[in-house]
C-alpha cells in the first residue's frame, strides 16, 4: 500500500462548477501536508499548504483531518485553467512523499 | 528570479550506457531533492542533501545510482549501466531550508533504449 493514495481520476468538471477529492495518507508520523499542482509535462508547483484547521486561498479549499489521515482539496467556480493533475503531498523527515496525483478536467 | 535549472531536458541512452543529469538550484538554497517520476505517477524521493553533504539517500533504487554536491550548489545525479526501467523524469527541487517549500525544476526526461 502506498503511503500517499488518491483517486487518480480524471474527474470532469462543468467550467463554474465545485469539485472536491480527497487523499489519504498512513504515515502518521507525517507533519506537514500540501497540494501541490502539475499541468502536462511540467515540473509540480506549490498550490497551497494545508492545516488542521482548514485554510483557504481564492476559490481553493484545503482541509487535513488528522484523525481520519485524509486530505481534501475543494475548487469552487472551476475555471478551464483549473485543469491539471493535483498532487496531494505529506512531509516527514526530510523528504516529501508525493501521491500519484488527481487529474482534473474543467471543460466549457 | 532565476529558478531551478536542469540540463539536458532530455537525455536519450542506449542499455548499459552512463548518465549525468545536472541540477542548478535557486541560489543561496541549502536543501536539494531528488526525484524520480515515471509516467502516469507521481514523484518519488530518491535522495537529499543539505549544502554538500548528502543527508538522505534512502530512495536511490540502486548502487547504479549516484549521487553528489560537492561544493554544496550544483548537483548531479548520475545513472551507470542505465537500463530500461530507469526511464522517467528526473526532478530536481530545491529549499531554503527543510523538505518544506519546495521549487522543482523543469526535469530531465530519460529515455533508455
Known amino acids: 500500500r502506498k503511503e500517499v493514495e488518491q483517486d487518480p481520476g480524471p474527474f470532469n468538471v462543468p467550467e463554474g462548477a465545485t469539485v472536491a477529492f480527497n487523499c489519504t495518507y498512513s504515515?502518521?508520523?507525517?507533519?506537514?501536508f500540501f497540494w501541490y499542482r502539475q499541468d502536462c509535462r511540467k515540473e509540480p508547483k506549490l498550490l497551497m499548504s494545508?492545516?488542521?484547521s482548514g485554510n483557504e486561498d481564492g476559490r481553493f479549499t484545503a482541509q487535513l483531518n488528522r484523525a481520519s489521515q485524509y486530505i481534501s482539496l475543494l475548487i469552487r467556480d472551476s475555471k478551464l485553467s483549473d485543469s491539471a493533475t493535483y498532487l496531494c503531498v505529506g512531509s516527514a523527515g526530510n523528504k516529501l512523499t508525493f501521491g500519484g496525483g488527481t487529474r482534473v478536467l474543467v471543460k466549457p | 528570479g532565476a529558478g531551478v535549472s536542469q540540463s539536458p531536458r532530455y537525455k536519450v541512452a542506449k542499455r548499459g550506457q552512463d548518465v549525468a543529469l545536472r541540477c542548478d538550484p535557486i541560489?543561496?538554497?541549502?536543501?536539494l531533492f531528488w526525484y524520480q517520476q515515471a509516467l502516469g505517477q507521481g514523484p518519488e524521493f530518491l535522495t537529499y542533501?543539505?549544502?554538500?553533504?548528502?543527508?538522505?539517500k534512502s530512495g536511490l533504487p540502486s548502487d547504479r545510482f549516484f549521487a553528489e554536491r560537492p561544493e554544496g550548489s550544483v548537483s548531479t545525479l548520475k545513472i551507470q549501466r542505465t537500463q530500461q526501467e530507469d526511464s522517467a523524469v528526473y526532478l530536481c527541487a530545491s529549499s531554503l531550508g527543510g523538505p518544506d517549500t519546495q521549487y522543482f525544476g523543469p526535469g530531465t526526461r530519460l529515455t533508455v533504449l
Open positions: 542533501f543539505q549544502n554538500e553533504a548528502q543527508l538522505d
Open positions: 504515515n502518521s508520523a507525517s507533519q506537514s
Open positions: 494545508v492545516y488542521s
Open positions: 541560489s543561496g538554497h541549502v536543501s
